[in-house]
């Protein structure tokens, strides 16, 4: 069995703290920060990405600050730069999102004063969901015959990600939605936030609840890939859990920020894809048996250095527009 810096016996009351300390977030952000609903603009998004970018930093750094108290300084440097790389890993990989997001939204109509309600109750669902598979994977990463299938599993993903193209996103013939139709009254109807509409003395569910629960699906697909991704970089369950959950955090306001600007950053998905396969070889042959392990502080340079050229290449060299 693989020993852990922050075993969960010893270090309960962490992810308890941290547990509360979202709750509290979500609390203030949807209580008081967004207790009336309104179309989020691109000023006020901007604002609420640097907020939550500069509490994940401050998390960061006091997490630094108590593995130096803990451990020697050169662990205590990589406890954080570990954290820094999840962090890294799983905001890139969450632009994937921001694509379904537009399409889910546009597709059931959602009124932009109602998309944050949806996306808040969505991150609440992503919250337990990702903290099940990471649970999961803590006991599963231990056996290499896994690392390496999960490896694989990355590397295909990432070259699928190029060659597979523009796969259109059609919610109307996925499988859960479909039987859900079946046997709750669904109406298209919008009025007010909520998710349940009463017609006719019977409940009815709205579109709201529909692309909620499209949304959840989807992040239980893109899970399977990014939970993976950020093992290679951490063997820490703390770290991957309170990197993803701080990624999740901020995707919210990066996607009032950028959903009319994705097309923009079309180059993103051949750097998601270099990531994907760079993180997927660490696991499988950059392991330290097949060939050299490479450390954390040079797998965060190389993942931060491929995302900014792919931005970069976007912006120098921008799309053509179809005529």
């Known amino acids: 069995m693989e020993s852990y810096l922050f075993p969960f016996d010893q270090y309960w009351w962490a992810y308890l703290a941290f547990t509360g300390l979202i709750i509290f977030l979500l609390a203030l952000d949807l209580g008081v920060f967004n207790k009336t609903p309104h179309a989020v603009s691109i000023k006020e998004a901007t604002i609420w990405t640097v907020v939550w970018s500069l509490v994940a930093l401050l998390f960061n750094w006091s997490l630094w600050g108590y593995a130096a108290m803990k451990f020697p300084p050169d662990v205590a440097r990589q406890v954080a730069l570990e954290f820094a790389a999840g962090y890294v890993v799983e905001r890139a990989l969450s632009f994937d999102n921001i694509f379904i997001f537009i399409v889910v939204f546009n597709y059931f109509a959602i009124p932009p004063k109602y998309q944050h309600r949806v996306l808040f109750y969505g991150i609440i669902g992503a919250f337990v969901f990702r903290g099940i598979f990471i649970a999961l ?28 193209g523009d796969d259109k996103i059609e919610p109307e013939k996925n499988p859960f939605i479909k039987l859900l139709k ?22 009815h569910v709205t579109p709201l609840l529909i692309a909620l629960l499209f949304l959840e699906m989807t992040d239980i697909v893109f899970a399977i890939d990014s939970v993976p991704a950020v093992f290679a970089l951490t063997k820490e369950p703390l770290l ?26 079309y180059l993103l998905k051949y750097g998601l894809s270099a990531v994907l396969v760079f993180v997927g070889l660490k696991m499988t042959i950059f392991n330290g048996e097949w060939l050299p392990h490479v450390s954390i502080g040079w797998s965060l340079t190389v993942i931060c250095l491929v995302l900014v ?15």
């Open 309 to 323: 050229i792919s931005v970069v290449l976007s912006l120098v060299f921008p799309k053509k527009k179809e005529v």
């Open 182 to 203: 079946r046997f709750v009254p669904v109406t298209t109807e919008i009025k007010g936030p909520d998710f349940f509409l009463k017609k006719g003395g019977r409940w």
């Open 137 to 164: 994977g803590s006991v599963l990463m231990q056996f290499h015959w896994v690392v390496v299938i999960f490896g694989v599993l990355l590397i295909i993903t990432g070259i699928r990600m190029v060659m597979g």
């Open 240 to 265: 991957v859990f309170t990197s993803n959950i701080f990624a999740i955090l901020g995707l919210r306001a990066m996607y009032f920020m950028l959903a009319g600007a994705m097309e923009l950053f």
